[in-house]
């Protein structure tokens, strides 16, 4: 049989005289073998036939005394006097054959026999009667005095061992104590790699590898086959972290044999440390493995960069021992999956130390240099994974840069002609082909395209007008990126722009850098983009937050407004009709007269006129008063058309909103050319640098109040301006914009009418109370009849009155009479004035069927689903706004099928822009909310296929969205969208649950669609 051929790793162990003969060693350990085998045999059959635990431990000490320096005085006491003489008395064999016996038991089939007698028939029948101190000094001796590769290899099944289909509870628990013992509390796994840094000469490096691959399989995946209720030292993140600072300081002793040349070693030990770094990172611990190697790589690397240093981190990594195993680890780790995560989580964590960037360069440098100069696929790793596809904090993307393309530590000036520039130009060229592309604006997430962007920058805050100039099409690809993220939606997607076009513009011409936003203007360009995107912000409809601006620049100034009015209608005061008026007070300008209502303020005024009478005065703008003041809307249309006089379209943009609420009796025949003239007129020709955005708001104000106040007079010219080749992408945007105001003020608009009473009210004659009261005819001094406050119930049909009764002679206290009544008193304090809080519905068709006809048509200027796919967002958006408005009524129910066929086409459900698919999403939230659950419960018994379907296509469409979108707003819309689904499916089946006794009554057949639950809960 084999024997061994790797020496006893003990203090006594010594290796066998090198001068003897091969045959006579041979022969020697043949011997030694039979002896081994023959004795194992004998102590089995001596615990088969034993009786009493006395027996075993005598049999196993017989044998353990052979292979193991025992004292046999630290448990003779525990057994009996009989038992205990055998025991003292038992032949001790010489170090030389305790040696050859070791190796001999535990390389061969000798150990392993008996290891299972000792796991289950030991451990089942006659280990609980074991003393502790024979347990402790005898039958644990086996497992932590052995060659520990072999034990383990043994020990590790056990811990799942099953007999008869069950677990074997009092097995698996023995065993995972003896694992305990060897590899945590002993130190097993560093004698693990000690053991495997010696190596004969004759050893076969392949089979040892087979034997280190084994090894740490079976070391790393102890956790994993421990039952659920063993010790806390077995459990992942304890286990894990004390094998982990166990196999760094293997590392750390390798690497001063290294230095020390006081012994023969190979990698064996590295190769063990690194394949157990790669399976603890497989089982998903690499962050409790760097959790340790981190601090200690941190440190070594600050106190070499450190001011004052003597040597550079090259040369201390050449002289000073305890820097080489680190890069030896990771060159033994063969799992590329394994350093992609290492180096992954190791920048994530770095990221957020307090770490500099040369300290961060020499962190990667010190780890990753040899593998990155002899393995493509690491090279591979860092320039191409790590810069166009992961996602790293800038500082991390700084330092890789500096060490995977410029390869050389900050602030080094370098060569232009050295192969350090021509990597950073070939790494330039490569990011500048993804980022420039159109597709990667549409498809790739925004923290992606953030991150690519800012490695283009880096790259190009590098490089200087020469080198733009002698690449390619470097400067064409700049170009390419900046314009199409400028057309963006996305003020994020803009402002990348912005910050490559600025880095950009500084290497053409440093002394004139070009600024397309105002907020960059800083001298270092901060490449950490915000991810906060408020483009589409009230797009989230489950909190009713979609209309919060809208709402604040719509109705809510226009119901201020309105209250401003009604004030001053209630403070009119009866005028003299011949008194003369001043024309300013037409246009609410200011005047110099104030009536006041004490004498001592016509004093102040009057001493404070005659005093200002006496002060000379300017004359140059007597002409102001000569201009006409515009208070006609055929004034307003005729001032705006004259573009050429700025003055007249300012005064005409003032006094529009105000003109067109006052709603004069024009205003339906002159709607048409006000419509038109407001939207066609440029604000920014007509107003002073700096006062546009005032003009546009006074502008958008007064075409929402004529939408508001002339819905029908106004929708259909603004309708088919929308799709005029005559306007621009800015005005059919303003179009959508004014018509989604609209749409919310008339939402939110009251209206008062007077009550119309179903019935004559009766009256009593003989009584100055109502009819439904009770009689008031009682003893004298008897109170009024009172209602009671909080009686009636909902389902009560009779309300209670009280009233009090004068004391009876020797009562004393007063009482009460009770009646009850069909009607309540309350009902005669009602105003008689009911309110209807939404004038949109009627209007709603008006306003959405003529925006839908032409989304899909191509002509001169206009192209929704191409180049003008904002336009199409803000459509859709606008038309989710009309659905909401509608929610709950008959109109809402009848445009529901209209909208849901636009949303359904490919080329707006599928769309490439995630502006367009968010909007998508948010109209068809819109429309779940504004569907009533009866009204899908009606059309579901009448068998209308096409709401189930275009309902099944929401629920189908937003899940396929939620699972495929690479949008983060979109996957979250979409859930919302199917939250709602589900909603409206609940209580459509309640709905339905509620009418199941109509229909059997009247036997009506429910359809197949609906038998087959078309309208599916989605969970």
């Not at 003897?20 to 194992?40: A, F, I, Q, S």
């Not at 006409?628 to 003055?647: E, H, M, P, W, Y």
């Given at each position: ?49 034993a ?15 052979r ?23 038992a ?26 007698v ?13 003393p ?86 079976l ?43 006081l ?31 981190i601090p ?49 989580q ?46 790293f ?6 330092w890789?840069?500096q ?16 192969q350090?520039?021509?990597n ?32 283009v920058?880096l ?23 900046v ?25 053409i ?70 008194e ?17 209502s ?13 005093e ?11 002409d102001?008063d ?54 066609q ?48 992408t800015?005005?059919?945007i ?54 009671i406050s909080?009686?009636?119930?909902p ?10 009764l ?17 009607k ?25 069927l ?10 001169h200027?206009v ?13 859709i ?11 709950m ?10 909208l ?22 948010f109209a ?18 009448e ?19 939620a ?11 979409a ?15 309640r ?29």
């Amino acid at each position: 049989m084999e024997t061994s051929r790797r020496k006893r790793p003990s203090e006594h162990g010594a290796a066998m005289d090198g001068g003897e003969g091969t045959e006579k060693k041979n022969g020697v350990e043949r011997n030694t073998n039979n002896e081994v085998l023959d004795k194992v045999g004998k102590v089995i059959v001596s615990i088969n036939e034993a009786k009493n635990v006395d027996e075993v431990i005598c049999a196993l000490y017989s044998f353990a005394v052979r292979i193991f320096p025992l004292d046999c005085r630290a448990f003779a006491g525990s057994i009996d006097k009989r038992y205990r003489d055998e025991v003292i008395g038992a032949e001790v064999p010489s170090a030389h054959e305790r040696d050859n016996s070791w190796q001999v038991f535990y390389q061969s089939t000798a150990f392993p026999i008996l290891a299972r007698v000792l796991l289950v028939d030991v451990a089942l029948n006659w280990l609980t009667c074991f003393p502790i101190s024979a347990k402790r000094h005898l039958y644990d001796v086996f497992f932590l005095r052995g060659c520990l590769s072999e034990v383990l290899q043994t020990l590790v099944p056990y811990l799942q061992h099953h007999s008869n289909g069950r677990l074997e509870t009092s097995i698996c628990s023995n065993t995972e104590r003896l694992l305990a013992l060897c590899l945590l509390e002993n130190d097993g796994v560093l004698q693990l790699a000690r053991e495997f840094s010696h190596q004969l000469e004759n050893t076969n490096l392949e089979q040892q590898k087979s034997t280190i691959s084994k090894v740490s399989q079976l070391v790393t995946s102890v956790p994993d086959k421990a039952r659920l209720g063993a010790s806390s030292l077995l459990s992942s993140h304890s286990y894990i972290k004390r094998i982990v600072i166990q196999l760094i300081q293997g590392a750390e002793e390798w690497n001063k044999s290294y230095y020390d040349k006081l012994t023969n070693f190979n990698d064996g030990s590295i190769l063990f440390i690194g394949d157990a770094f790669a399976r603890i990172c497989r089982r998903g611990s690499t962050d409790m493995l760097l959790s340790e190697m981190i601090p200690r790589v941190v440190t070594q690397v600050q106190s070499l960069v450190q001011p004052g240093s003597d040597m550079t981190v090259p040369e201390a990594f050449k002289s000073m021992p305890g820097l080489q195993f680190w890069s030896k680890i990771m060159e033994a780790i063969k799992d590329s999956y394994a350093v992609e995560r290492i180096s992954e989580q190791l920048l994530q964590k770095l990221a957020t130390q307090n770490i500099n960037d040369a300290e961060g360069y020499w962190i990667l440098w010190l780890l990753f240099h040899q593998i990155f100069e002899l393995q493509s696929s690491i090279r591979s790793m860092f320039t191409e994974r790590f810069l166009l596809w992961k996602l790293f904090p800038v500082c991390c993307l700084r330092w890789i840069l500096q060490f995977s393309v410029l390869q050389c530590p900050p602030d080094t000036v370098f060569n232009s002609k050295s192969q350090n520039h021509r990597n950073l130009l070939d790494t330039t060229n490569r990011l500048l082909g993804v980022w420039s592309k159109r597709e990667f604006v549409q498809s790739a997430p925004i923290e992606q395209q953030a991150y690519l962007t800012a490695a283009v920058g880096l790259s190009l805050e590098k490089l200087n007008k020469e080198d733009l100039n002698a690449t390619k099409d470097a400067m064409h690809l700049i170009l390419q990126g900046v314009s199409c993220r400028l057309e963006s939606p996305s003020y994020l997607v803009r402002q990348m722009a912005s910050s490559v076009a600025l880095v950009f513009s500084k290497v053409i011409d440093p002394s004139n850098p070009l600024y397309l936003d105002d907020n960059c203007k800083e001298e270092t360009i901060n490449w950490e983009f915000t991810s906060a995107n408020t483009d589409m912000a009230g797009l989230a409809i489950s909190d009713n937050k979609e209309t919060d601006i809208n709402q604040d620049k719509g109705y809510k100034d226009a119901k201020n407004k309105n209250k401003n009015k009604d004030k001053e209608l209630m403070e009119l005061t009866m005028v003299d009709p011949d008194e003369v008026i001043d024309p300013a007070t037409l246009n609410n300008e200011p005047t110099s007269d104030v009536d006041n209502s004490n004498d001592e303020d016509d004093d102040e005024v009057s001493e404070t006129s005659s005093e200002s009478s006496l002060q000379p005065y300017d004359l140059s703008d007597d002409d102001t008063d000569l201009k006409n003041n515009i208070s006609q809307l055929v004034d307003v249309v005729g001032a705006l058309r004259k573009s050429d006089d700025a003055d007249g379209v300012e005064r005409a943009l003032d006094v529009a909103e105000e003109l067109i609420r006052a709603a004069p009796d024009e205003l339906p025949f002159i709607a048409s050319d006000l419509v038109r003239t407001l939207v066609q007129v440029r604000c920014s020709d007509s107003t002073v640098e700096g006062e546009e955005e005032s003009a546009e708001e006074k502008r958008q104000k007064a075409l929402v109040a004529l939408i508001v106040n002339c819905p029908l007079g106004s929708l259909d010219p603004i309708n088919k301006l929308l799709y005029s080749p005559n306007v621009d992408t800015s005005q059919r945007i303003l179009i959508l914009d004014v018509m989604t105001d609209a749409a919310l003020e008339l939402a939110h608009t009251k209206t008062a009418r007077q009550k119309h009473s179903t019935r004559t009210q009766i009256w009593t004659t003989a009584e100055t109370q109502p009819w439904f009261m009770p009689s008031s005819i009682g003893p004298a001094g008897s109170t009024i009849w009172k209602e009671i406050s909080g009686t009636e119930s909902p389902l009560s049909l009779t309300y209670s009155y009280e009233r009090d009764l004068p004391s009876k002679p020797g009562q004393v206290k007063r009482g009460k009479s009770r009646r009850w009544s069909t009607k309540s008193m309350n009902a005669m304090q009602d105003n008689r004035v009911e309110w209807s809080q939404n004038k949109f519905p009627p209007f709603a068709a008006a306003f959405m069927l003529p925006a839908m006809q032409g989304f899909d048509k191509k002509s001169h200027g206009v192209d929704f689903l191409g180049r003008d796919f904002i336009v199409l967002g803000k459509l859709i958006h606008m038309l989710g706004i009309c659905m909401k408005c509608s929610a709950m009524h008959p109109e809402g129910s009848a445009l529901a099928l209209p909208l849901l066929d636009m949303l359904s086409t490919r080329e707006i459900s599928r769309h490439a822009e995630a502006y367009v698919r968010k909007a998508v999403l948010f109209a068809a939230s819109c429309i779940l909310v504004a569907l009533n659950p009866t009204y899908v419960a009606s059309a579901l018994v009448e068998g209308s296929s096409d709401l189930s379907r275009g309902l099944e296509w929401v629920r189908t469409w937003a899940l396929s969205v939620a699972e495929s979108d690479t949008d983060k707003e979109c996957y979250t819309m979409a859930m919302a969208c199917l939250q709602l689904h589900s909603e409206m499916a609940l209580q459509t089946s309640r709905a339905l649950e509620s009418s199941d006794s109509v229909i059997q009554a009247r036997g009506i057949s429910l359809p197949s669609n609906l038998l087959k639950g078309k309208i599916k809960i989605s969970l």
